[in-house]
């Protein structure tokens, strides 16, 4: 199992920045961000995979950037111009196979303890 520790939530007023970070225990090819916020369900935010492709929520595009520095086994996730709606739990999370690296939850296999993002308009 690997272990996913997540850094960097906090709270910022609407339109600023926030900067997270995942430390994992080993290399994984996926890796991603996820969010849940009260009474919803969890959704992806963004992955990437072992050749850096990512992919986006259309909610996020242009706003989020996820990025991973593998000699480091860390993942990150920059967040500019937050809106109250992104308001959540963020988790990071991680898959073994670089194969089907998408915003499906069910997909990914280790979690983080998440870290709270709290946007005030």
């Known amino acids: 199992q690997v272990q996913l520790v997540e850094s960097g939530g906090g709270s910022v007023q609407a339109g600023g920045s926030l900067s997270l970070s995942c430390a994992a225990s080993?290399?994984?090819?996926?890796m991603g961000w996820f969010r849940q916020a009260p009474g919803k369900e969890r959704e992806g935010v963004a992955t990437?995979?072992?050749?850096?492709?990512?992919t986006y929520a259309d909610s996020v595009k242009g706003r989020f950037t996820i990025s991973k520095d593998n000699a480091k086994n860390t993942l990150y996730l920059q967040m500019n111009s937050l809106k109250p709606e992104d308001t959540a739990m963020y988790y990071c999370?991680?898959?073994?196979?670089?194969?089907?690296?998408?915003?499906?939850?069910?997909?990914?296999?280790?979690w983080g303890q998440g870290t709270q993002v709290t946007v005030s308009s």
């Open positions: 080993e290399y994984t090819s996926c």
């Open positions: 990437i995979n072992s050749n850096g492709y990512t």
């Open positions: 999370a991680a898959r073994r196979s670089p194969f089907f690296c998408t915003l499906l939850a069910g997909r990914f296999a280790d």
